[in-house]
């Protein structure tokens, strides 16, 4: 049973990884230069700069990791969660191989120097246009494997009418469909804009028109990584904890309204952005501070589900239930971690969201400091937890359980000292993006030197715990001979529960995301079109 | 259907509720520092043609200028060719308030005075403007904040008020 969708899923992983591997070998690099000690001289002239160093491990980690697991996973559990395989599985494994094209055609430009503009990949800084098609590939491959989804969810639907689609299937649904209308503005960006001024055929391009696209994606980005690992923490984790699903209705509902919020918020990455007025950043705050409820529903349900599991595993008192969870599983100790460091990075996120609180950490080192702790550590970090069931579940071999469990606790310590250093260093000031072992000659104080030494120290522990993460997944995969069969988990809820017809009707929400962006960015879109703002040629400026 | 109504455990609707509250205290916290204490992020102030913002206007010669006593308007300009402000060395007079009107002759850039809430994107094209007034003596760096090509780690400059 699902022979191609195990295939299909395990490509994914294998590439997801391979890019993982990657972009991550820069990690330490980077951490180690804010530290004093630069790695970077030593590998020209393979690697001209820190800042090439910098573009690969974003590109690598942030986007091609995260997309090719994504896109793996959840076309994976939508078929497994729905019992019946993939509709069109040869669209799926289209989109996979365009992905594919696309990180290969991507890597050369990457690996020559040639597209030093980090994953944000802003105008006028110019790589050259093959590049940028590239990415447009990896987007476009993800979608296809998304529409296989979305017409298998369909027939599903068709041939059971009335009933409620499972929950792993309907959330794995519903994160494709974000992703589908969220990058509508990265598509307008390098197609429209980008791609057309690369290639010479236009003079210049407006930078904060582009600017401005490109965070319509990059917001609704961020859920596209977390909304995942959500599925697990609400679909696959109660079941890992021997629990079942507090509520089976406000996890739908929590689902229906990250689809909503997650896009009309973008300009919270523009606050200090000079061309959009400041009434529009305030509207996209109070929308953002919105969109911080269905996470509010999720920490409650999920927290609530696994103390279901803590008190059947014979765990009493207020917080004594905590002890008995699985904490031997790696697999769930590993996304346990990552959702209590979650916590710290909501925290970190509302601050970020607070407009003008924003002024005082906006493109600070405390910006890279949050997301190690949300797509670094609450996706990343669940992914690896979700993978150490995933792969024996896939190869029929188990893996080195203790290993893996040294592997999550030290990435939870690893990631604790290294974002608190980031953070610090960001209140104090530095920059991000910034190589700032130099920085700190130049402008920084003594202060900054003990906080960019905790990242130093923080990134070794975490790229200890990297090795032995891969060290698991290759020896589970390629070299375990111990047998096991692992099954997917998947949640119960706790009570037979009716879902409200309006919980299951797409129409009626999608009408409504499609209203709410438009009330939220049409009108400034258009304003910047039609501005007169002068365009801009393209730079090089990476060496 | 549509008359099933949605099940809620009473200790979740208590949670939303604590939910609900806190993030409304939020949003009146930051709509009173922002728009009653005058805590604000830019606004657009002038579009800018990049092309040839150093040949003439106020960033052909960038720098201090007194519009009144005790009141200056400040224009910086950011290069990429070299990686540089002009100017990177400034010094008002304690209790001057000063405009910062900073631009961009080629490539992103940022600005960020530190230890004050003067914090922003320098674009090409557009011009970014916020207010300052200075009521310590002291040095002011000001860094670039956005990635700008391999020498932005060196860009930054001083405002020292005396």
Redesign the interface.
């Known amino acids: 049973m699902f022979k191609t969708e195990k295939k299909l899923v395990g490509w994914h992983i294998a590439v997801a990884l391979t890019a993982l591997s990657i972009g991550g070998f820069f990690g330490p690099l980077q951490a180690w230069e804010h530290a004093g000690w630069n790695l970077y001289p030593s590998m020209q002239p393979y690697i001209a700069?820190y800042?090439q160093g910098?573009t690969i491990h974003g590109i690598g980690n942030a986007l091609v990791f995260t997309t090719f697991f994504i896109t793996g996973f959840l076309s994976y559990i939508t078929a497994t969660s729905l019992d019946r395989p993939l509709a069109t599985p040869k669209l799926s494994w289209a989109g996979f191989f365009t992905m594919v094209v696309g990180l290969v055609v991507a890597l050369i430009p990457l690996f020559l120097n040639l597209a030093s503009i980090?994953y944000t990949m802003?105008p006028?800084?110019m790589a050259p246009w093959y590049f940028y098609v590239a990415m447009v590939l990896v987007v476009v491959g993800s979608w296809m494997s998304g529409w296989s989804m979305m017409i298998t969810f369909a027939k599903w639907r068709k041939d059971n009418p009335?009933k409620t689609p499972p929950f792993q299937a309907f959330a794995s649904v519903i994160t494709m469909a974000l992703w589908q209308i969220c990058t509508l503005g990265i598509a307008a960006e390098m197609l429209i804009l980008i791609i057309p001024w690369s290639l010479g055929l236009v003079p210049g391009i407006?930078?904060?028109l582009a600017?401005t696209l490109f965070w319509f994606t990059g917001h609704p980005l961020v859920y596209f990584w977390l909304l995942p690992a959500y599925v697990s923490w609400y679909g696959m984790m109660p079941k890992q904890a021997d629990g079942k699903l507090?509520?089976d209705?406000?996890a739908r509902?929590a689902f229906w309204l990250f689809l909503l919020l997650s896009t009309p918020i973008g300009f919270h990455h523009?606050?200090?952005?000079?061309?959009?007025?400041?009434g529009w950043?305030?509207l996209h705050?109070?929308l953002t501070?919105?969109v911080?409820?269905p996470s509010?529903?999720t920490a409650?349900?999920v927290a609530?589900s696994l103390e279901i599991g803590g008190r059947k595993r014979g765990g009493k008192g207020l917080l004594g239930w905590v002890k008995n969870l699985p904490w031997n599983d790696p697999s769930y100790t590993a996304q346990n971690l990552a959702m209590i460091i979650f916590i710290l990075g909501g925290a970190g996120g509302?601050i970020n969201a607070?407009?003008?609180?924003?002024?005082?950490i906006?493109?600070?080192a405390w910006v890279p400091g949050h997301f190690h702790l949300t797509v670094g550590t609450a996706a990343t970090f669940s992914f690896m937890g979700i993978m150490y069931w995933l792969v024996p579940h896939l190869t029929g071999k188990a893996i080195m359980r203790k290993t893996a469990l040294w592997q999550a606790w030290l990435w939870a310590a690893g990631m604790l000292i290294f974002s608190r250093g980031l953070h610090w260093i960001g209140l104090l000031?530095a920059?991000?993006?910034?190589?700032?072992g130099?920085?700190i000659e130049?402008?920084g104080t003594g202060e900054w030197q003990v906080a960019s030494l905790m990242t130093g120290v923080g990134g070794t522990i975490l790229l200890t715990s990297g090795l032995l993460f891969f060290y698991v997944i290759i020896h589970g995969a390629f070299f375990s001979k111990e047998e096991v069969v692992v099954e997917i988990p998947v949640a119960e809820p706790l009570?037979d529960?009716?879902v409200?017809?309006?919980?299951n009707n797409w129409k009626p929400w999608l009408i409504a995301v499609f209203a709410l962006i438009i009330v939220a960015y049409a009108p400034m879109i258009i304003n910047l079109v039609f501005?007169?703002?002068?365009?801009?040629?393209g730079?090089q400026?990476?060496? | 259907m549509s008359s099933e109504k949605m099940h809620i455990d009473p200790y979740e609707k208590k949670f939303m509720v604590i939910g609900i509250v806190v993030l409304v205290v939020f949003a009146i916290s930051i709509t009173v520092a922002g728009f009653m204490l005058g805590i604000q992020v830019p606004s657009p102030s002038q579009l800018i043609d990049p092309n040839t913002v150093a040949d003439s206007g106020p960033y052909a010669d960038p720098g201090l200028k007194e519009l009144s006593p005790g009141n200056y308007e400040l224009y910086i300009l950011a290069t990429a060719s070299p990686w540089r402000f002009y100017p990177e060395e400034v010094s008002v007079p304690v209790g001057a308030t000063v405009t910062f009107h900073v631009t961009s002759a080629d490539v992103q850039h940022g600005f960020k005075l530190q230890d004050t809430n003067i914090n922003f994107m320098v674009l090409p094209g557009q011009q970014s403007t916020l207010t300052y007034t200075f009521e310590e003596t002291g040095e002011y760096p000001y860094v670039c904040t956005e990635y700008c090509g391999v020498g932005h780690q060196n860009m930054y400059g001083v405002i020292t008020v005396e």
């Open positions: 700069s800042y910098l980090l802003y006028p800084m009335g407006d930078v904060q600017r507090f509520s209705t406000m509902f523009q606050y200090v952005d000079p061309g959009v007025p400041a950043k305030y705050a109070i501070y919105a911080f409820f509010l529903l409650f349900n609530a509302v607070s407009y003008n609180v924003n002024l005082v906006h493109n600070t000031g920059p991000r993006r910034t190589m700032l130099v920085a130049n402008y009570h529960e009716v409200p017809a309006w919980l501005d007169g703002a002068a365009y801009s040629p730079f400026v990476w060496g």
